[in-house]
């Protein structure tokens, strides 16, 4: 099985401020095809996870250009320019290129 | 408005079985790939099972492969989880959701709890 590993595993951010999280796996999630599997879903307290980010870099519909991601290969990053207070919950990085699909421990985001 | 909404989930003893349904509407269900995720107390989430638009290919964890049923009935719009031979380690929030193409999954339904204890 493919591992995915957040860290951090916590952060606390002032209003405005930056907040980046790292996701890396065990295994390359670049498909033959061409195509980059690495999701980010964030879980808001009390909610289901939604989906932010999917294929590396690519914003779901509805998500703030706040939000961006990037990286290849094994290396992933998630990050989020000007933190809002409606940005609090738990971040998860997630791998669909093979089942079982995996998600990493999760980062709780708090707002300073 | 799309719409997930998983039902069956409650308290049963180590050994016993659930049978876990997710009602789909405002989306064209027959088409979709969908998938069971659960969320485990301590808030992990772990990925359960997968059932193609056909039911030609299904997936499931290790951790409940022979004990978990994947199933649907697209006439009803309807997925469903068969559990048998709960564990402790079974207790979680189960969500069903649309999988849209290689893990991304667009909707998630609320949930439904399952509680395995004696």
């Known amino acids: 099985d493919i591992v995915m590993t957040q860290t951090p595993l916590s952060l606390s951010v002032t209003p405005g401020q930056s907040a980046s999280i790292s996701c890396k796996s065990t295994q390359s999630l670049l498909h033959s095809g061409g195509r980059t599997y690495l999701h980010w879903y964030l879980q808001k307290p009390g909610q289901s996870p939604q989906l932010l980010i999917y294929?590396?870099?690519s914003r779901f519909s509805g998500v703030p250009d706040r939000f961006s991601g990037s990286g290849s290969g094994t290396d992933f990053t998630l990050t989020i320019s000007r933190v809002e207070a409606e940005d609090v919950g738990v971040y998860y990085c997630m791998q669909g290129i093979q089942f079982p699909q995996t998600f990493g421990q999760g980062t709780k985001l708090e707002i300073k | 408005e799309v719409q997930l909404v998983e039902s069956g989930g409650g308290l049963v003893q180590p050994g016993g079985s659930l049978r876990l349904s997710c009602a789909a509407s405002?989306?064209?269900?027959?088409?979709?790939?969908m998938t069971w995720v659960r969320q485990l107390p301590g808030k992990a989430l772990e990925w359960v099972a997968e059932?193609?638009?056909?039911?030609?290919?299904?997936s499931y964890a290790d951790s409940v492969k022979g004990r978990f049923t994947i199933s649907r009935d697209n006439a009803k719009n309807s997925l469903y989880l068969q559990m048998n031979n709960l564990r402790a380690e079974d207790t979680a929030m189960y969500y069903c959701a649309r999988d849209l193409s290689w893990g991304r999954t667009d909707f998630w339904g609320q949930g439904t709890l399952v509680t395995v204890s004696s």
């Open positions: 059932m193609s638009q056909d039911g030609s290919h299904i």
């Open positions: 405002a989306f064209a269900f027959s088409s979709s790939w």
């Open positions: 294929e590396v870099s």
